[in-house]
């Protein structure tokens, strides 16, 4: 990460929207054991409590680092009951590997908003979409309607 | 290759960057990782 996506300019941006922290896993064991931290690197997306929304393992190139930023902000923001902030996040993530679950959760969105028309929209479109994926599965009860 | 990130301000501690995240109204990035 430190060589190679976190050097970018985009990265350095789209970082600006956070407090950033690196901690070596093995001289910070405390807070290694504390996050169930088993692989590195684990990037951790964080309410100012400390409170984990959203987490990602394995090294993130600098051509993913937006998309799974932008998934992660929507999961901060719906963590914090803020749904209408959280469904314009997950509706900037978009393709593969990540539009599937942004669909859902933007669906989820929708529907903590009692949007109910979003949120079919939103679900049917990931039916659609990515037939087979996970999140089409957890969706799929709504496909005979 | 540069291996510093100059241009992200890092915090030092976790509790440094929830400090600076309560004051400025914003989330915590923290990433974990073994020194190479």
Known sequence: MDTVTYPTPAAADQLSAFSNCRLDSHAHEDATRRYGVAWTPTLLFLDAEGREAYRFVGFLPPEDFATVLAKARGHLAATAGRWDEAERWFHQVTGRPYGASALYWRGVAQ???GNRD???????????????????????????? | MSTATEAIRWHRTLEEAQADARAHGRPVFLDFFSPT
């Open chain 1, 118 to 145: 979003g949120f079919m929209a939103s679900w049917k479109e990931l039916l659609e979409a990515y037939p087979g994926s996970p999140w089409a599965k957890s969706a799929s009860f709504l496909a005979g309607r």
């Open chain 1, 111 to 113: 529907a903590r908003q």
